[in-house]
């Protein structure tokens, strides 16, 4: 019997052909990943004018769709998934993350009501309950799945704000960060409607931690002038140089002053799964709230962020909703519908990916996977110490180094120069990509080395060819 066709579907065949062949195409790019270049530097004009991206009137063949995507993402992004890409924070996903993704889609899952998603509202909550226990938080706690950390943070400081501002008494609000936390709160705090006299920039000390007397000091002030200490943002793991805040004095402080305890977890937070981390962020588990991007060092495919609160009830009195039209989806024994958590209603079944994930692979991998990045650091510092061309700034810290060349008969302003044009020149080489930040008001380069495929062989050939990069120097050893 022929198909009969349907508005907008692919006959079933067709849907299995190019399903498979997407299949093949993402397997084959993971799989040859490592022998290719990271990528390179685009011109906007060129590709405006080069790429096919026009929409057509009428039908195309959903096989030369496919190919047309495939060269189009193999050609023009950066592969953060390369084990060889070590700037910023990488992003090598698994598989099954990806599969996941796929499945959601496809079944077209709507993670938010009950009556809509009930198995996968259970299976996000066994996954926040997860990552609870890894921040060992108490059972009281609770948490959803959001696009990822700059969401996490905002919602956090959100449902902060709901909790206390009824102590608040009207005055105004005041949100304490750092000039080490990530640049997402301040424009998160901004979003929420803070001006900057209400975000105080707390001190750090000499390896970059916020100083907690200062904080202590800075609250003690605002109270005298009126104003109401809010939250505090810690981070557990600095983009710039892998820092853990004092986690128990900062707790301390809070506790003292009644203010909320947000940590910023959102790339370190998943070193709780091993020895070490467990030891470098003590204190975690004194957190109000954290955040936490499964996208970055538990390996899914991006959009997939997380925030854990203390008591799962501050979510319920920030964000939960009625309307009318919802009025079914509350029948029954204490249905759990993620929409009363977070800001979103119709959302997409994110846990799914960390969830599949950690069912294939299970969690002792991914123990064993973050530990690998926080030693493969720890032997890239080893290897730059040992090497007259470089001074590390800050040492390996949850998997990131900053350094800088050593150029002793350079003046500092020259060895910036040359430090930017290092990490300038890894963009068109494609080999491996290394870029710079600042630290102490200086440009140092940066290697994150949290992929799990990244050996330590990698790592030495990446710094072979950031020496190969740099241009000649008289002062360079
Ligand atoms: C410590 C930290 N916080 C927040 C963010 C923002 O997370 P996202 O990019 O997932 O929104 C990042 C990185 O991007 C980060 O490293």
Redesign the pocket.
Known sequence: MSEIPLPLRLPAESMRKIGYRAVDEIVHHLSTLSERPIGRPHDRAELERTLDVDIPTGPTEAQDVLDHVVRLLSSTITHTDHPRFMA??PGPSTFAGSLADFLASGFNVHAAGWILGAGPAIVEQATIDWLRRMCRLPETSGGLFL?????A?LVAVHAARVDRSAAAGGQELVVYVTAQT?V??RRGLRFLGFNDRQVCTVPVDGTYRLDPSALDAAIRRDRQLGRWPLCVVA?A???NAGTVDPLPAIAEVCERRGVWLHV?G???APAMLTEAGQKILAGLELADSI?I?A??WLFQPYGC?CLLVRNARTLTAAYSLHAEYLTENRLGDEPLSYYDYGPELTRRFRALKLWMSLRTFGADAFRDAVAHGIALAERAQAVLAARPQWSVTTPAQLGIVTFRPHASGLPPADVDALTRDIAAKTLPDGFAMVLSTELGGRPVLRLCTTHPETSEDDVIAVIDRLEALAPDSAAWP
């Open positions: 910023y924070v696009s990822g950390g700059t969401m943070n990530h997402s709160i981070t793991g600095t983009t910023d959102a790339y370190g955040a991007d996208h970055k962020g």
